[in-house]
């Protein structure tokens, strides 16, 4: 680059929030501005992936249900009163029904892709196939599923394909996936499981709007690529790794405070894209960074948000 030169900036499209995104956020504010739901409202987990919406959301009075060393069940155990939210990343039917039973007003926003995902493993139990699931262990969305049925096995790496019995070999084996992974992480464990059983059945389920983000990391031709999301977001993870496979050095970062300007030494071009749950102006603002951006200006340096996260949803 010529001294002087500014970078060019590619807005990869499609990015930022997804139809479930949309939606479950929708049903919070709704709540919120509803009276007649009565008060406290809670959200089991997190709404959406994302820490500033969370905060957003306890600045607006909400209570968020979280804590590592409790189940989903001991924490609704834990609420006498109130509304209860569940997520977009799907919940367990008996979790909803000990809250009703508890009296606790219940508004599920679970995505309705995740939602058709339980489904479909259902259908499958019922016919009496042994269902595998691949996805992330701890991940809200994979525990939802698990707790459909125990004899479900989770798969999260090749090595747990070997761990399954022989027992197996006899049944059918249902193998489908959590909706925001990548096939880059399907298809060897898929292989695996088709190399030791027979009568494989492979539903794929990654949601479309993971799919078509991840297509258009795939077209991007750039020298660095940054994502915009929460680190706990699996969809915003696959964007970097995605970027990573295609030979861009790409950094995921939750705003703009978390941009290094040492990153842009020597980049003609920079992509930009954001996983599935970043509010859209987090985004907006390190965009607008990176076209104003010249190395040879200070005042143009300044990676400080003029956000205000508070109001963000
Ligand atoms: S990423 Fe896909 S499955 Fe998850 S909330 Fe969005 S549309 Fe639904």
Known sequence: MDPGDLMQVIEVRPRGYCHGVVSALKKVRDVLADPTYPRPIHILGQIVHNGHVTRAFEKQGIIHLQDKSKTQLELIESVFEGTVIFSAHGVAKAIVERAKARGLTVVNAVCKDVNRVHDLIRVRLDAGDQVFYIGHRNHPETEAIRSIDPSIVLIETTKDVMLPSDRYARKTIFVTNQTTLSMYDIEPILEVIRNRFENVVF???????????????????????????????????????????????????????????????????????????????????????????????????????????????
């Open 203 to 313: 539903d794929n389920e990654i949601c479309q709007a993971t799919t078509m983000r991840q297509e258009a990391v795939t077209r991007v031709e750039a020298d660095l690529l940054i994502v915009v999301g929460d680190a706990k977001s699996s969809n915003t993870n696959q964007l970097a790794a995605i970027g990573m496979r295609q030979g861009i050095p790409s950094k995921r970062i939750q705003s703009l405070e978390e941009l290094e300007r040492k990153w842009l030494d020597d980049v003609a071009v920079v992509a930009v894209t954001s996983g599935a749950s970043t509010p859209t102006r987090v985004t907006r603002e390190v965009i607008m960074f990176l076209q104003a951006y010249d190395q040879n200006d200070p005042s143009t340096w300044n990676t400080e948000s003029r956000l205000d996260f508070d109001t963000i949803v």
